[in-house]
């Protein structure tokens, strides 16, 4: 399929190609969406933008889920048949190069990674030896929930644009990223799980304190987390407290109304 075709798919069969990529609907459904694309560049640019700013951490969790762990190519062929080709050549060859150790410690990192995330180790795993792929899984063991979800949406990115080439049939390989447009990648993704700034003070449009709980037994948004914002009255008086507001998560994990508008507290 070349470009011209791909700009002329009905919606609903373009959603359909793009999650062969991407296994996100809200994604696939606002990259549809904004066709026409002169060229495979502009494509990528509209995806990044789309995966990075507009796409919820619950459409991320989806996409995750649409991988078979790496070095499980058999689980693949029965579940994720739509990609099946794609996710084993994309793995196939780091799995050659694996010896037993290689294998059985592929296996327990990530039966300890979902333990501990609650989703699949996410990498993109093309070029990559199993050793490489293990290293890594290893080395990002320690990161925080916070900062691990952003690595796998970045890795995540990086699987959708080889997988968009692979669609259109581009010679050209997809674009790449520069170290430091990497940073500001993460950066980007950081700010979209991060609540928005406080609005200035003469113009105030939105509490100065808000929360977001994500539930990592389960890669979702945790409902209904109770919570209590205090004031510690006495610097280093760990008994005196006031307190200032309280509220429950709801369904995104967030809590918009500990304070009001415009509060301030010293």
Same mark, same amino acid.
């Given at each position: 399929?070349?470009m011209s075709?791909?700009?002329?798919?009905a919606?609903?069969k373009?959603?359909?190609e793009?999650?062969r990529?991407?296994?996100?609907t809200?994604?696939a459904q606002?990259?549809a969406?904004?066709r026409?694309y002169?060229s495979?560049e502009?494509?990528i640019?509209a995806s990044r933008?789309?995966?990075k700013?507009e796409?919820?951490v619950?459409e991320w969790?989806?996409?995750f889920k649409?991988?078979?762990?790496?070095?499980?190519?058999?689980?693949?062929?029965?579940?994720f048949?739509?990609?099946a080709?794609?996710?084993?050549?994309e793995?196939?060859?780091?799995?050659?190069?694996?010896?037993?150790?290689?294998?059985?410690?592929?296996a327990q990192g990530?039966?300890d990674?979902?333990a501990?995330?609650g989703f699949?180790?996410?990498?993109?795993?093309?070029?990559k030896p199993?050793g490489?792929i293990?290293?890594?899984?290893?080395?990002?063991?320690?990161?925080?929930p916070?900062h691990?979800?952003?690595? *796998? &949406?970045?890795?995540q990115?990086?699987? /959708?644009e080889?997988?968009?080439?692979?669609?259109?049939?581009?010679e #050209? !390989?997809?674009?790449t990223a520069t170290a *430091? &447009?990497a940073?500001r990648?993460l950066? /980007?993704?950081?700010?979209?799980?991060?609540?928005?700034?406080?609005a #200035? !003070?003469t113009a105030p449009?939105?509490?100065?304190i808000?929360t977001?709980?994500?539930?990592?037994?389960?890669?979702?948004p945790?409902?209904g987390i109770?919570?209590?914002?205090?004031?510690m009255m006495?610097?280093?008086?760990a008994?005196?407290f006031e307190h200032?507001?309280?509220?429950?998560?709801?369904?995104?994990?967030r809590?918009?109304?500990?304070?009001?508008?415009?509060?301030?507290?010293?």
């Open positions: 399929m070349d075709r791909f700009n002329d798919l919606p609903e373009a959603v359909e793009i999650l990529c991407c296994g996100s809200q994604f606002k990259l969406a904004a026409p002169g495979f502009e494509l640019t933008n789309i995966w700013n796409v919820c619950t969790l989806a996409a649409a991988h078979p762990r790496i070095g499980d190519v058999d689980s693949l062929r029965k579940k048949a739509t990609t080709d794609w996710c084993e050549g793995q196939s060859a780091a799995m050659r190069s694996a010896n037993e150790d290689v294998i059985n410690g592929l990530n039966t990674y979902e501990k995330f699949i180790f996410i990498i993109c795993a093309t070029g199993a490489v293990l290293d890594a899984l290893r080395a990002r063991l320690p990161n925080s916070h691990e979800l952003k690595l *796998a &949406a970045l890795e990115q990086k699987i /959708t080889i997988r968009l080439q692979k669609l259109l049939g581009c #050209a !390989p997809p674009v *430091a &447009a940073n990648s950066g /980007t993704l950081g700010a979209h799980l991060s609540p928005a700034p406080a #200035a !003070p449009k939105r509490a100065p808000t977001h709980v994500l539930d990592i037994s389960i890669g979702r945790a409902e109770p919570v209590t914002l205090e004031k006495v610097p280093g008086d008994t005196t200032i507001g309280k509220g429950v998560t709801d369904a995104d994990g809590i918009g109304t500990l304070l009001e508008p415009g509060s301030t507290r010293q």
